[in-house]
C-alpha cells in the first residue's frame, strides 16, 4: 500500500461527458503529481502541484485542469471527453520537490470512454 | 513524449534466473529511478539512483547508471515468478519534478 488513494477506481462514460478525479496524497507529502498511461502515448505527465499551488505542467490537454486543496487533496477535471481520453490515470506524491525523493503512485483510476 | 527507450521490451526467463533491463534516456539528470508495474496496477518504487552515483543495490536489485552514455540498467537475481511485471526507468531531470519515463520492459519469469 502506497498510502496515495484514488477515486474512483473505474469510471464509464460517454463522450463529450465531464468527470472528476480524486487523490489524496500520502500523509506529510506536500506535493501531488498527475500521469496518464495510455497504450499508444504510454505514461505521460500531466501536471504537478506543490503545497496548492501549480508547479509543473506537462502534456495536459486545455480540456482538462487540476486543482489541490488546502488540506491537499487533488481532483483532476476532465471534460469535453474524447473516445482518445480512455486511459489509466494516476496520482502520485512526494514530500518537498528538491529533494529528489521518489514518488508514490496510488492504483489508479480507469477512464473508459464509450 | 518518452525520454528514452528501454530493452529489451519483453523477456521471458525461468524462475532462478538473473533478468536484465537497459534503460537509455537523452537529457542530462538529476536522479533516475525504476519502478515495477503489476498489470493494470500501480507503479510500486523500486530503486533511486542519484546522478552521482554509479551502482547501487537493494535486496536483490542491483541498478547502475552511465551518465556518459546516458544509460542505466536494472539487474534482478534469482528471479522468482512473482517478479513477472512491467518494468520502468523514470528519470528526474530538476529533482522532484515530473518524471519521464521510458516505454518499460515486461518481464515474465516462468516458474
Known amino acids: 500500500d502506497s498510502g496515495v488513494t484514488q477515486t474512483p477506481k473505474h469510471l464509464i462514460t460517454a463522450t463529450g461527458q465531464r468527470v472528476t478525479l480524486r487523490c489524496s496524497p500520502r500523509s506529510g507529502d506536500l506535493s501531488v503529481y498527475w500521469y496518464q498511461q495510455s497504450l499508444d502515448q504510454g505514461l505521460q505527465f500531466l501536471i504537478q502541484?506543490?503545497?496548492?499551488?501549480?508547479?509543473a505542467k506537462g502534456n495536459i490537454l486545455e480540456r482538462f485542469s487540476a486543482q489541490q486543496f488546502p488540506d491537499l487533496h487533488s481532483e483532476l477535471n476532465l471534460s469535453s471527453l474524447e473516445l482518445g481520453d480512455s486511459a489509466l490515470y494516476f496520482c502520485?506524491?512526494?514530500?518537498?520537490?528538491?529533494?529528489?525523493?521518489?514518488?508514490?503512485f496510488g492504483d489508479g483510476t480507469r477512464l473508459s470512454i464509450l | 513524449s518518452q525520454q528514452g527507450e528501454e530493452d529489451p521490451q519483453a523477456l521471458s526467463i525461468q524462475e532462478g534466473e538473473n533478468a536484465t533491463m537497459n534503460c537509455s534516456y537523452k537529457?542530462?539528470?538529476?536522479?533516475l529511478q525504476w519502478y515495477r508495474q503489476n498489470s493494470g496496477r500501480g507503479l510500486v518504487h523500486l530503486i533511486l539512483?542519484?546522478?552521482?552515483?554509479r551502482e547501487k543495490h537493494s535486496g536483490r536489485l542491483r541498478v547502475t547508471l552511465d551518465t556518459s552514455k546516458k544509460s542505466s540498467s536494472l539487474l534482478i537475481t534469482a528471479s522468482r515468478a512473482a517478479d513477472t511485471a512491467s518494468y520502468f526507468c523514470a528519470t528526474d531531470e530538476a529533482s522532484g519534478s515530473r518524471l519521464t519515463f521510458g516505454e518499460g520492459t515486461q518481464l515474465t519469469v516462468n516458474p
Open positions: 537529457t542530462s539528470i538529476n536522479n
Open positions: 502541484y506543490y503545497n496548492g499551488e501549480e508547479r
Open positions: 502520485a506524491s512526494s514530500p518537498n520537490p528538491g529533494d529528489g525523493q521518489p514518488q508514490h
Open positions: 539512483i542519484r546522478s552521482n552515483e
